[in-house]
């Protein structure tokens, strides 16, 4: 059973930066894509960076050019680095991996709260 364990949540006041870590139980050259996602309270979950494996990334115009999606394939690890934190980034930061099997199957990991305030 793949297993995704999230970390680097905390607390960070508003224009700080924190990277989240997101390691993998297998290699992660077995998923077309990884992602993470974010969920605030009473808001639907929203994907914020996407790797693929290739290596293009894909972000929503609420993050781009604040955060950075990257992969140590090596480690089995994907990153997300998050600069210029704002007050409504605040959410439960989620990692997702899509298998590269027949049908794909999503595997999740249990999220990272992530606080931005003063």
């Known amino acids: 059973q793949v297993q995704l364990v999230e970390s680097g949540g905390g607390l960070v006041q508003p224009g700080g930066s924190l990277r989240l870590s997101c390691a993998a139980s297998?290699?992660?050259?077995?998923?077309?894509?990884m992602d993470w996602y974010r969920q605030a309270p009473g808001k639907q979950r929203e994907l914020v960076a996407s790797?693929?494996?290739?290596?293009?990334?894909n972000y929503p115009s609420s993050v781009k050019g604040r955060f950075t999606i990257s992969r140590d394939n090596a480690k089995n690890t994907v990153y997300l680095q998050m600069n210029s934190l704002k007050p409504e980034d605040t959410a439960v930061y989620i990692c997702?991996?899509?298998?590269?099997?027949?049908?794909?199957?999503?595997?999740w990991g249990q999220g990272t709260q992530v606080t931005v305030s003063s």
């Open positions: 997702n991996a899509v298998s590269s099997g027949i049908p794909p199957r999503n595997y």
């Open positions: 790797i693929m494996r290739g290596g293009s990334t």
């Open positions: 297998t290699s992660i050259f077995s998923f077309n894509v």
